[in-house]
Structures are given as structure tokens and as C-alpha cells.
Nanobody
Framework: EAALVESGGGSVQAGGSLRLSCVASGNRGDRYKSRYNMAWFRQVPGEEREGVASIDSDGDRRYAGSVEGRFTISQDNAKNTLYLQMNSLRPEDTATYYC??????????????????????WGQGTQVIVSS
């Protein structure tokens, strides 16, 4: 499993922007698992972890409806880094944001997926606070 470390969280006023980064280290373990999904999730106390955006090794992307048009997920494979550009932030975006990843022999149906149960590697989280 890959080790994931998020950074870039902080406090911002509504309407502002932040860019989160997730640096991956280690390896996939099985060299024949050449396909992957990576994603950003967020969670507030007392709530379930929700998918925000995901991307797969083909470059396909998926977004939660609440962030569509405001957030952009991207990756830089040379730097082993996943990004989440967050624009037009709203107070309801306040949460701890987590990076997640999973390697596959073949991409699953509907890839990229955006369910927490589909991922097996997780970062420690980075806090985002949006004030009105």
C-alpha cells in the first residue's frame, strides 16, 4: 500500500481558494497492478466520509455534485502528487480532507469510483476551514 501525506489546508474566507496536495510514497506491492484510482474525500465530525473528486490512471475524473465547477482534481505522476484545486469556497466546504488511493489489475466498472469503501490507502487528513 502507498503512504499518502496531504498538505495545503488552512483557513480562508468564503469565495477564496485553496490547493491541496497529496504526495504518495512506497509502491503498489504487485507490479501487475498497473491501474489506479485516486480521490479526495472529506469528513466533518458526526458525519460519514463523503467523496469529493476522483481520478484514474486513464485521466478520467468524477466530482460530487456539490463541488462540480468549483473544484478540480489533477495529478502529476512525475512528482507522485495528487492535487485538489478548490475555488469559490463555501462555509459548507469546511471539513477534514483526505487523500485516498487503490491499485487495480484492471479499472473497475464505473472508474473512477468515489466511494470510501473502494479505497484501501489513506492519508492522515488536512483541515480546511471556510469562514463566512
Amino acid at each position: 500500500e502507498a503512504a499518502l501525506v496531504e498538505s495545503g489546508g488552512g483557513s480562508v474566507q468564503a469565495g477564496g481558494s485553496l490547493r491541496l496536495s497529496c504526495v504518495a510514497s512506497g509502491n503498489r506491492g504487485d507490479r501487475y497492478k498497473s491501474r489506479y484510482n485516486m480521490a479526495w474525500f472529506r469528513q466533518v465530525p458526526g458525519e460519514e466520509r463523503e467523496g469529493v473528486a476522483s481520478i484514474d490512471s486513464d485521466g478520467d475524473r468524477r466530482y460530487a455534485g456539490s463541488v462540480e465547477g468549483r473544484f478540480t482534481i489533477s495529478q502529476d505522476n512525475a512528482k507522485n502528487t495528487l492535487y485538489l484545486q478548490m475555488n469559490s469556497l463555501r462555509p459548507e466546504d469546511t471539513a477534514t480532507y483526505y487523500c485516498a488511493a487503490k491499485w487495480f489489475y484492471a479499472l473497475p466498472y464505473g472508474s473512477p469510483v468515489l466511494s470510501a469503501t473502494d479505497f484501501d490507502s489513506w492519508g492522515q487528513g488536512t483541515q480546511v476551514i471556510v469562514s463566512s
